[in-house]
């Protein structure tokens, strides 16, 4: 069973930065996209940026330019990264790392706990 370990959230005054990050128990080959989601109270989770080989990354317009997606790992972890900066308020929520699995994990999604990123201003 995969298990995907979430850290970094907190609390940051507006056009602070944050870095989250979410390790995998898994080999990078194992894994063929990874993304980060936020939830809002009361709203339905949304994707907030991906990363994978052929597709690369892609960012929602609400954070295009702001925040940066990166990951790493080796045949035993993989981890992905979400650099945030200049949040807003409006980015208070539960962030969520997703993994979509390959190879002999193909067809699997896993999820993190998720972590509270608060925004004040």
């Known amino acids: 069973q995969v298990q995907l370990v979430e850290s970094g959230g907190g609390l940051v005054q507006a056009g602070g930065s944050l870095r989250l990050s979410c390790a995998a128990s898994?080999?990078?080959?194992?894994?063929?996209?990874m993304a980060w989601y936020r939830q809002l109270p009361g709203k339905e989770r949304e994707l907030v940026a991906s990363?994978?080989?052929?597709?690369?990354?892609?960012?929602a317009d609400s954070v295009r330019g702001r925040f940066t997606i990166s990951r790493d790992g080796d045949k035993n972890t993989v981890s992905v990264y979400l650099q945030m900066n200049s949040v807003k308020p409006e980015g208070t929520a539960v962030y969520y790392c997703?993994?979509?699995?390959?190879?002999?994990?193909?067809?699997?999604?896993?999820w993190g706990q998720g972590t509270q990123v608060t925004v004040t201003s």
């Open positions: 898994t080999s990078i080959f194992n894994i063929y996209t």
């Open positions: 990363i994978s080989e052929r597709r690369g990354t892609e960012y």
């Open positions: 997703d993994a979509g699995g390959s190879g002999s994990l193909r067809g699997r999604e896993y």
